[in-house]
């Protein structure tokens, strides 16, 4: 008896990065643009003097072109993709913009951090699940807190801070805390803890280290299967969450906002005074409307009203 496979799915989501010297920024922008046009690509992309940083959608054909039209340009012939199978698009449109950085530490130019020549030791997701098993260790991850609201390894530092450039200050001023320890840093595809983990050690903090290819490649690993990350993992397009742990150990953590049941899915406040991002379980959102709180209904009352 003849056994069907499901097809696998027609789109591709790609997630990529590299540090390398990128001469024109500008005109390197206007070139890419073309090529992701022309492939009909959707996503975020970030070209700056220091590399290129991205995420796009499109079909697996298309995709496929793309990855091999950077592998075949010696600028980007070493960069690595992350690849997830989708339906369909999962960026509305398509921006590419250029900047003099990829990844914003907030540290002076004189002072920015090139991982090329300091940054800390990558752990394969293997080692890094070994490491986090060992005494004296922290874990510190290296993303916003809306982040890590939504998932994060298990017994984590999580700083509460919006933006990446606010590390160094919350770094120096918990330094304390990390005197003597095995620092373990992570992120999602990876970009930030190359700069993150350089900031470490030109602090003077010499046991430091990185989770090579951040909690997405963690997560797709045949042997972590994402073990001891709790909750989903925040990405920036319409997807907002996705899993990553493939083991008895999976849990959610996150909390809808108004009765407290475990909800895994992020909504924005509808005033647009608040918009902050918020877990709502579909019982609240009926009963109170999609709002973090009484007083930002009021507030969208009132708007609508003038």
């Given at each position: 008896?003849?056994?069907?496979?499901?097809?696998?799915p027609p789109f591709q989501v790609l997630l990529y990065y590299l540090y390398t010297p990128i001469a024109d920024p500008v005109a390197y922008r206007d070139?890419?643009?073309?090529?992701?046009?022309?492939?009909e690509l959707r996503g975020r992309i970030i070209v700056g003097d220091e590399g290129i940083n991205g995420t796009v959608s499109g079909t697996k054909e298309?995709?496929?072109?793309?990855?091999?039209?950077?592998?075949?340009?010696?600028?980007?012939?070493?960069?690595?993709?992350?690849?997830?199978?989708?339906?369909?698009?999962?960026?509305?449109?398509?921006?590419?913009?250029?900047?003099?950085?990829?990844?914003?530490?907030?540290?002076?130019n004189e002072e920015d951090i090139d991982p090329r020549d300091t940054t800390g030791e990558r752990l394969s997701p293997r080692e890094f699940y070994e490491?986090?098993?060992?005494?004296?260790?922290?874990?510190?991850?290296?993303?916003?807190?809306?982040?890590?609201?939504?998932?994060?390894?298990?017994?984590?530092?999580?700083?509460?801070?919006?933006?990446?450039?606010?590390?160094?200050?919350?770094?120096?001023?918990?330094?304390?805390?990390?005197?003597?320890?095995?620092?373990?840093?992570?992120?999602?595809?990876?970009?930030?803890?190359?700069?993150?983990?350089?900031?470490?050690?030109?602090?003077?903090?010499?046991?430091?280290?990185?989770?090579?290819?951040?909690?997405?490649?963690?997560?797709?690993?045949?042997?972590?299967?994402?073990?001891?990350?709790?909750?989903?993992?925040?990405?920036?397009?319409?997807?907002?969450?996705?899993?990553?742990?493939?083991?008895?150990?999976?849990?959610?953590?996150?909390?809808?906002?108004?009765?407290?049941?475990?909800?895994?899915?992020?909504?924005?406040?509808?005033?647009?005074?608040?918009?902050?991002?918020?877990?709502?379980?579909?019982?609240?959102?009926?009963?109170?409307?999609?709002?973090?709180?009484?007083?930002?209904?009021?507030?969208?009352?009132?708007?609508?009203?003038?």
């Amino acid at each position: 008896m003849e056994t069907t496979q499901s097809a696998a799915p027609p789109f591709q989501v790609l997630l990529y990065y590299l540090y390398t010297p990128i001469a024109d920024p500008v005109a390197y922008r206007d070139a890419h643009r073309e090529l992701c046009e022309r492939l009909e690509l959707r996503g975020r992309i970030i070209v700056g003097d220091e590399g290129i940083n991205g995420t796009v959608s499109g079909t697996k054909e298309n995709t496929d072109a793309y990855m091999a039209a950077l592998l075949a340009d010696p600028v980007t012939a070493s960069i690595e993709f992350k690849i997830d199978p989708e339906e369909d698009h999962v960026f509305p449109k398509l921006s590419i913009k250029a900047r003099s950085e990829i990844v914003t530490l907030g540290l002076p130019n004189e002072e920015d951090i090139d991982p090329r020549d300091t940054t800390g030791e990558r752990l394969s997701p293997r080692e890094f699940y070994e490491a986090m098993q060992e005494d004296n260790v922290v874990i510190i991850d290296g993303r916003n807190d809306y982040e890590a609201d939504l998932g994060k390894f298990k017994d984590a530092i999580c700083p509460d801070i919006g933006n990446f450039r606010e590390f160094p200050d919350w770094l120096r001023n918990n330094a304390q805390d990390l005197e003597g320890k095995k620092i373990l840093t992570y992120c999602t595809g990876g970009i930030r803890c190359e700069k993150l983990s350089g900031f470490l050690k030109t602090e003077g903090f010499e046991d430091v280290y990185q989770l090579d290819g951040g909690i997405v490649k963690y997560s797709k690993d045949p042997e972590t299967r994402g073990r001891d990350f709790d909750g989903l993992c925040y990405v920036f397009d319409q997807r907002v969450g996705v899993e990553v742990n493939h083991t008895e150990t999976r849990k959610v953590i996150s909390h809808c906002r108004r009765c407290g049941i475990e909800e895994p899915n992020y909504c924005n406040c509808r005033w647009t005074g608040c918009n902050d991002q918020i877990f709502l379980c579909p019982s609240c959102k009926e009963q109170h409307g999609q709002f973090c709180s009484d007083e930002c209904r009021t507030e969208k009352q009132k708007e609508d009203n003038l």
